[in-house]
């Protein structure tokens, strides 16, 4: 059985970037076909996908977030990493992890569509 585990900084500053890395075990993110997505949900709001890379290491972002967000990965760690630059007090949220055998590029995320999931980490953006 797959699982993420999401690790970072609970607290940022406005302006700076946020970043977050999901380890993986149980499985590579390279194996084809498998999609590795950082989804969020903000206090109150429904969950939205950040971006998505896939198992070649190609990248997809929403198009209201894709000036700010850089999605990389260490296949030696099995890691992918979220970058979110110039944050503000609404990027506040809960960040997770998730995977996917197909490709999932909506920014509408319904939870069924993703096969494993991290616990999530909460993120507060505040001077």
């Known amino acids: 059985q797959v699982q993420l585990q999401e690790s970072g900084p609970g607290l940022v500053k406005p302006s700076q970037t946020l970043s977050l890395t999901c380890t993986v075990s149980?499985?590579?993110?390279?194996?084809?076909?498998?999609?590795w997505s950082w989804i969020r949900q903000p206090p109150g709001k429904g969950l939205e996908c950040l971006g998505v890379?896939?198992?070649?290491?190609?990248?997809f972002y929403s198009p209201s977030l894709k000036s700010r967000t850089s999605i990389s990965r260490d296949t030696s760690k099995n890691q992918f990493t979220l970058q979110l630059s110039s944050v503000t007090p609404e990027d506040t949220a809960v960040y997770y992890c998730?995977?996917?055998?197909?490709?999932?590029?909506?920014?509408?995320?319904?939870?069924?569509?993703?096969?494993?999931w991290g616990q999530g980490t909460q993120v507060a953006v505040s001077s």
């Open positions: 998730a995977t996917s055998k197909r490709l999932m590029t909506n920014p509408v995320v319904r939870k069924n569509d993703y096969d494993y």
């Open positions: 149980g499985g590579s993110i390279t194996t084809a076909p498998s999609y």
């Open positions: 890379m896939t198992y070649r290491g190609s990248t």
